[in-house]
């Protein structure tokens, strides 16, 4: 089977470019199965469930979170009311939504987990824990993690420690696509950042001049989205259903 990863889709831009674009990747690729990350997919931040509508009408299987989550009013119920909407499973118990996701395509099933990095984030559960009572509770070996943390540190340390126990672990929140797209020796796909859909001459999916000046003179600024051509980050993971080896994995970049 191939699955596709997108990372973090910014705005009316991602979700723009992927209405454009993803019907034609994915049958370019031959897809069976889409993860989105889509917590910054709303008009300024979060995600909207107008925002997440749109991500699964245009082919989103499972749609992922992390820090922004609930940064928009009426999140939390939406999170409750939609099992295919993620936010990290390491957030306390009582919190909205859930973190795991298992997807029944008769006979195999994928399992979508969403965690959240610890430095320089959140004080959340170690993800490390985290991740270990998940698994024991999943009945497949299928298991893609989205991993949403700052530091590559982090991110590198759980896919070794993932290794051979998950088939993919695909770091997401800098935005930036990272070079070390690999399946590591027990056969787990990994890349430390797959970086972001959205507007590519941007810092981040941020107008540029707005981000200097913010870090040139450290006074408040309001981030407004950066216009112009956007692009589209991912990965794409052959794997064998049976058992949850990955195959290969392929960094895309579509601009």
Known sequence: ??????????????????????????????????????ENSAVGNGISEQSFRRLIQLGADVVTG?????????????????????????????????????ADLFPVKIAVVSLMGVVDLEPLENPFFAIDRIIADLDTPNIFVDIHAEATSEKKALGYYLDGRVTGV??????????????????????????????????????????????????????????????????????????GRARSVERIVER
Do not use: W
């Not at 997108?6 to 199965?33: C, P, T």
């Open 1 to 38: 089977m191939k699955l596709l990863f997108l990372g973090d889709v910014v705005g009316e831009s991602g979700v723009g470019i992927l209405e454009r674009r993803l019907y034609k990747l994915k049958r370019r690729y031959e897809i069976d199965f889409t993860i989105i990350n889509g």
């Open 66 to 102: 992390g820090n922004h989550s609930f940064h928009r009013l009426g999140s939390e119920q939406l999170h409750d009311d939609t099992e295919a909407l993620l936010r990290p499973a390491n957030y306390p118990d009582g919190v909205s939504g859930r973190g795991v996701y298992v």
């Open 170 to 243: 695909f770091g997401t929140h800098t935005h930036v696509q990272t070079a070390d797209e690999q399946v590591l020796s027990g056969g787990t796909a990994y890349i430390t950042d797959v970086g972001m859909c959205g507007p590519e001459h941007s810092v981040l999916g941020v107008a540029s001049d707005i981000i200097i000046e913010k870090l040139k003179y450290h006074t408040p600024v309001k981030f407004e989205p950066a216009e112009g051509a956007a692009f589209i980050n991912g990965v794409v993971v052959d794997f064998d259903e049976k058992t």
